[in-house]
Nanobody
Framework: QVQLVESGGGLVQAGGSLRLSCAAS????????MGWFRQAPGNEREFVAA????????IYADSVKGRFTISRDNAKNTGYLQMNSLKPEDTAVYYC?????????????????WGQGTQVTVSS
């Protein structure tokens, strides 16, 4: 199986940017679809973005489309989430996840492998 570790979270003012990283180890990272999810206090974990094994045709939640960019570097076994124009409502713990499915899914059960999460706090 693959192990995932997120980094790059922190406190930022509204309108600012952060770049999250997801370092993978264990099984070959390029064998997995990679996704990012987030969970705010009192809310369910929600889909943010996902990217195919070859890095093309990413998909995004409507709430982040045009502001966030997901990418991956399979040679470095690392995935990324570039977050621009951050809003207070983006405040959450952000999780990296990996899926062995054939097609990209936006639901948490499709992702059996998860990192520990990294906190992102956006102040107004």
């Amino acid at each position: 199986q693959v192990q995932l570790v997120e980094s790059g979270g922190g406190l930022v003012q509204a309108g600012g940017s952060l770049r999250l990283s997801c370092a993978a180890s264990g099984r070959t990272f390029s064998n997995y679809i990679m996704g990012w999810f987030r969970q705010a206090p009192g809310n369910e974990r929600e889909f943010v973005a996902a990217i195919r094994r070859n890095g093309i045709s990413p998909i995004y939640a409507d709430s982040v489309k045009g502001r966030f960019t997901i990418s991956r570097d399979n040679a470095k076994n690392t995935g990324y989430l570039q977050m621009n124009s951050l809003k207070p409502e983006d405040t959450a713990v952000y999780y990296c996840a990996a899926s062995s499915e054939i097609v990209v899914r936006t639901t948490t059960p499709a992702y059996p492998y998860w990192g520990q999460g990294t906190q992102v706090t956006v102040s107004s």
